[in-house]
């Protein structure tokens, strides 16, 4: 799957928006996913599977740079994340019908990064999921999501993706707001040549709402998150400046 086939793989990717959000969407949920889904969805929300969003931040190659993005996600069938990092290295990840992968070049021209194949697909995948933090509304019940409070302030919400299993558990604040998320990722982050399962994940440090839908916009994330090894190993800070459920108009 190469790079020309990505603006095919947006189209795919979104789907239509349906139906608004009501209590009765959450109705049987433990007690903290009833309070995470009121603090993320206001009344009346479209309930969007799918969103255009767009962010920038800093990630660590080496040292610290600057970099913008923009993405296309819909944590049920993919994602496309397209970024300029210190104005002459562009790319993208990649994850869409059983495949991922990256592509990435110095100045248009040079190649940097190109890799594929089923280590790296098993890797996006669970990125792509993983990343539903910035659009709620796809993890709600109807979308075949199970729910299950840990403590007071834990939830874990399960589904799968092309029939892999995928799990993802959020710390919540008082009024329900994400302030960790963590999930096991498929990887090599010591680049050994020996792929397997690694924590990963993240804090928040500022919300914002958008079309009804508030989320975390800005953070950190990296791998090994829960972990003594973790400070060394975050690689990506962001903001989020904009989430635009499918079906509705953003930023151009």
């Known amino acids: 799957m190469k790079t020309p086939l990505l603006p095919m793989l947006e189209q795919e990717i979104l789907s239509p928006t349906r139906d608004r959000f009501t209590d009765s969407e959450i109705d049987g949920l433990a007690g903290p996913a009833q309070r995470y889904f009121r603090?993320?969805?206001?009344?009346?929300?479209?309930?969007?599977?799918?969103?255009k969003i767009r962010m920038k931040g800093q990630i660590k190659l080496?040292?610290?740079?600057?970099?913008?993005?923009?993405?296309?996600?819909?944590?049920?069938?993919g994602f496309v994340w397209k970024a300029r990092v210190a104005g002459v290295i562009s790319g993208a990840d990649y994850y869409f019908n059983g495949r991922g992968g990256?592509?990435?070049?110095?100045?248009?021209?040079?190649?940097?990064?190109?890799?594929?194949?089923?280590?790296?697909?098993?890797?996006?995948?669970?990125?792509?999921a993983a990343e539903t933090v910035w659009i709620p509304t796809a993890t709600l019940p109807r979308f075949g999501v199970q729910w299950k409070a840990l403590t007071d302030r834990h939830i874990e919400g399960s589904w799968t993706v092309d029939g892999?299993?995928?799990?993802?558990?959020?710390?919540l604040d008082n009024d329900g707001m994400v302030t960790s998320v963590v999930f096991d990722r498929w990887g090599d982050p010591d680049e050994t040549g020996t792929f397997g399962v690694h924590p990963f994940g993240g804090e928040f440090s500022g919300y914002q709402t958008f079309h009804g839908l508030t989320v975390p916009s800005s953070g950190r994330m990296g791998w090994f998150y829960g972990t003594e090894r973790w400070e060394d190993r975050e690689f990506f800070r962001f903001q989020i400046t904009d989430v635009t459920p499918s079906g509705l108009k953003g930023p151009q």
């Open 39 to 51: 603090a993320a969805i206001a009344i009346g929300t479209p309930l969007a599977i799918s969103a």
């Open 62 to 77: 080496n040292r610290w740079l600057p970099f913008r993005a923009r993405q296309i996600l819909n944590p049920h069938a």
């Open 102 to 128: 990256m592509d990435w070049k110095l100045a248009g021209l040079k190649k940097l990064v190109h890799a594929e194949g089923p280590e790296v697909t098993r890797a996006a995948l669970a990125r792509g």
């Open 164 to 171: 892999y299993p995928f799990t993802t558990r959020y710390a």
